[in-house]
């Protein structure tokens, strides 16, 4: 089997270098919000992410230090010391740089300029400047250098600070962060216990009827959830329930369900008949099969519709701007959130970036952890 | 703080109140209904494990009749009425109005779209994916990467290509990786290589996959019934279609006059830009169709591999004829699977243009209606046609499903 890529080392090559141009395809996407979310709104605004990995040329505008509390008298010259950089970028070189924008290379890094008059100066490659001149000349407010740096890559937390610590910030992740997680904790753990024991019917009790039912549950698994929008919200208004999280848990749990089943049963179905028949002799009630011997069998089915389940909860839009989010916006969730900071916030991408980054962030950690169930339920739910 | 003690609540009373339903339910059948003792012990245990399965079923039944079966005949009665006339019944005026409306059909037309070329890429690129990962020493991890997309919400898969196609005016920096790449473009050899010869290679391989499934489909099974005869002739149709349109964009690609050096605002090209969103449906679902896939490879004989090897065949024929045609079957599914995401699709469409430029689609057109226009009649019809066009696979799946179980 293996001489089918074996026999031909280029072949092999081949397949090795596609596989990882479609890795780096499909993971760049995702690379590049993650990098995003770690740098300042400046710097995202003028250069790509790809260019934050390595070192950077950059224009940059800086001012010396303000003359008239810095300046130190020399003859009769004053003189103002210090660092163009200011402690703001760190480990940068300064390439070239000039005293006006139209003029950026005039000078090379350590030379002197001669300004007007007297007045001169000079920037070293580390950014230690020395500006000199006459008492005139040295105050109001500080000369101005732009200058054509190479800056090592910079990193900052300050996004994910003030979106998730700062109790300030309204557009905060915070909240609709713990508003997700409670609408998904409930959603996810409550039709698991009701599809179980509907399963286990479905499964291991004969009764009439019940291959139609399993035929309903395979049809209502393809029902698309926008047809129970609006008799359901009506449902939801008219019994008094309203929007609100029980809403959205009961909507939730009735849209996972056919799944639930679905995967449960199927899972089930497989179990050994002799170990259910055997108890049965031994005098089990139904009730008691399925609590001590088919659930804690059944684990990994459990366990793969809770992983669709929760991604599906946490990642959803539609049933929780219809059931859940009203009018005083205190429920809403971080999908619904990040859409309206793409409204109002479509060019700050600290912010979108940071924001998508912490409503990813969850899932991805499940995903990795659980992949395994995942895979496995899928294999099991995709209808043969 | 409320809520998550609110939910934490609602979990323990919501399971402890199914266990003790159950629980309970179950003591009274046995015990007080038709207790198993006394005079009728045996007759009474009988009707009580009759009536045992729908204790067992009476939770999922009640929330799957209010939450989906409900909706499906109330929807339809709710398109069928007028709200602002009380609920009037107005017969298909509801219908008529969607019918008569641009945007409904410039939902339809981009649907279709999406339903060719969402479910075709997703399930190629993630055939592809599975072959050659399939027999490489670090296939695992690459699979686990590609899969991954699949955790990430629609929303913030949104958010991610929507840096990807921003847009800066001319002289700066791009940061959108897209507007870089054409940036680099001056129409040179490179540009004629990579945006004329590469779209009408992928064009063509296309028309070439496409032609070769409704042959194999043809081919497959010696069903003599008309129904079957009728189904492959619709296919074979839509397949020649197929593959018209994609050699009339051949002749597109040859003569369009590109607009080097200008940063585009990706998301306002009329057209194209539905298929800047449908990359992003693209790129979640094939790790889905990846995962199915590999296991299909893996589940073929190895001996109808070995023969075919030892009969002299090549790589890319033990693929195309030993290989794809036993997983047929599997690729079927995965391609229904994705149609139904597709038809569902709503989430990339509101968060990123929200059905401007031409881009609506059926999903975001019907909570368009529902939520913003707060016409419920039509907002009901357009689920309807949703309905519709899901109703052929439901069939098909309960079909099968059926089949399965005798």
């Known amino acids: 089997m293996d001489n089918i890529a074996g026999s031909k080392p280029t072949l092999t090559w081949a397949v090795h270098i596609s596989v990882l141009a479609l890795v780096c395809l499909w993971l760049f996407p995702t690379v590049g919000l993650l990098v995003s979310s770690f740098r300042t709104g400046d710097q995202i605004s003028t250069s790509g992410w790809w260019n934050a990995l390595g070192t950077a040329d ?80 040295i105050s109001g407010r500080g000369q101005r250098v732009f200058a054509s740096i190479t800056a090592p890559p910079e990193f900052t937390f300050e996004n994910y600070d003030a979106m998730l610590f700062d109790p300030a910030n309204n557009e905060g992740m915070t909240k609709a962060f713990f508003n997700t997680l409670t609408v998904t904790i409930p959603a996810t753990i409550i039709p698991i216990v009701i599809a179980a024991f509907a399963a286990y019917a479905l499964a291991w009790m004969d009764f009439p009827g019940r291959a139609l039912l399993i035929a309903i549950v395979v049809g209502l698994l393809v029902v698309p959830l926008q047809l129970a929008l609006i008799p359901l919200l009506k449902l939801h208004l008219g019994i008094g329930i309203g929007k609100g999280y029980l809403g959205v848990w009961l909507a939730h749990t009735g849209f996972g369900l056919p799944l639930a089943i679905y995967l449960l049963r199927n899972y089930m179905v497989g179990l050994p008949r002799d170990i259910i028949e055997n108890a049965k002799v031994d005098g089990a009630s139904d009730f008691q099969i399925f609590t001590k011997i088919i659930l804690p069998l059944s684990f990994p089915a459990l366990a793969s519709f809770a992983i669709f389940q929760f991604l599906w909860t946490w990642n959803d839009l539609l049933v929780a701007k219809v059931f859940l989010i009203d009018a005083s916006g205190q429920t809403t969730v971080m999908t619904n959130q990040i859409t309206e900071l793409l409204g109002t916030r479509g060019g700050n991408w600290e912010i979108l970036a940071t924001a998508a980054f912490v409503s990813i962030a969850v899932p991805l950690v499940v995903f990795f952890a659980m992949q395994r169930y995942l895979v496995r339920g899928l294999l099991a739910g995709s209808v043969k | 703080m409320d809520a998550a003690f609110l939910g934490l609540a609602t979990v323990v009373i919501g399971v402890g109140g199914c266990l003790g339903y159950f629980y309970f339910s179950n003591l009274f059948l046995d015990k007080v209904l038709y207790p198993a003792s006394g005079p009728n012990a045996g007759h009474n245990i009988n009707r009580a494990n009759q009536i045992r399965p729908w204790l067992f079923l009476f939770p999922a039944v009640f929330a799957l009749a209010v939450y989906l079966g409900y909706p499906v005949f109330e929807t339809l009665r709710l398109s069928l009425t007028d709200r602002d006339q009380g609920g009037a019944f107005v017969g298909l005026a509801n219908y008529n109005q969607m019918l008569s409306e641009p945007k409904f059909w410039e939902a339809m037309r981009n649907n279709m779209l999406w339903l060719i070329v969402v479910p075709a890429c997703s399930t190629g690129f993630g055939l592809l994916v599975a072959q050659l990962t399939d027999r490489i020493a670090w296939g695992s991890i690459a699979k686990s990467i590609i899969f991954m997309p699949m955790a990430i919400s629609f929303v913030g898969a949104s958010v991610i290509f929507k840096l990807i196609y921003d847009t800066r005016p001319a002289g700066q920096d791009q940061i959108g990786v897209l507007n ?36 194999l489909i043809w081919r497959s099974g010696r069903t003599t019934s008309p129904l079957m005869w009728i189904v492959k002739a619709a296919i074979v149709i839509f397949v020649a279609w197929l593959v018209i349109l994609s050699l009339g964009s051949i002749l597109g690609v040859t003569r369009a006059d590109l607009p080097y050096g200008e940063p585009q605002t990706w998301l306002t090209l009329p057209f194209y830009n539905n298929f800047f969103l449908m990359v992003v449906l693209i790129w979640i679902q094939t790790g889905f169709a990846m995962v199915i896939l590999s296991a299909a490879l893996r589940g073929i004989p190895e001996e109808t591999v070995e023969a075919a090897i030892v009969d002299g065949a090549n790589p890319l024929q033990v693929f195309f004829k030993i290989k794809v045609p036993q997983i047929l079957p599997t690729i079927v599914v995965v391609w229904t699977t994705i149609t139904l995401v597709v038809l569902k699709v709503f989430d990339i469409v509101f968060a990123m243009t929200n059905g401007q430029w031409q881009t609506q689609v059926l999903a975001n057109y019907m909570f368009d209606k529902l939520f913003r226009a707060n016409d419920w009649g039509v907002g009901s019809a357009s689920a309807i046609v949703i309905m519709l066009l899901v109703s052929p696979i439901l069939v098909w799946n309960v079909w099968n499903a059926r089949k399965e179980m005798k």
């Open chain 1, 58 to 137: 950059q224009n940059v505008v800086m001012r010396v230090a303000d003359p008239d509390e810095n300046r130190v008298a020399e003859g009769d010259m004053f003189v103002v010391e210090g660092n163009i950089f200011d402690g703001e970028i760190q480990g940068a070189t300064i390439l070239v740089w000039g005293t006006s924008s139209r003029a950026i290379d005039a000078y090379q890094a350590g030379e002197t300029a001669e300004l007007k008059g007297t007045e001169t100066l000079t920037v070293a490659t580390d950014g230690t400047y020395t500006w000199k001149g006459s008492d005139d000349e």
């Open chain 2, 180 to 215: 870089a790449v054409w940036m680099g473009f001056e129409g040179g050899f490179g540009s004629v290589l990579f945006l004329k010869a590469f779209p009408i290679l992928i064009l063509l391989s296309f028309a070439a996959v496409v032609a070769y499934v409704a042959w």
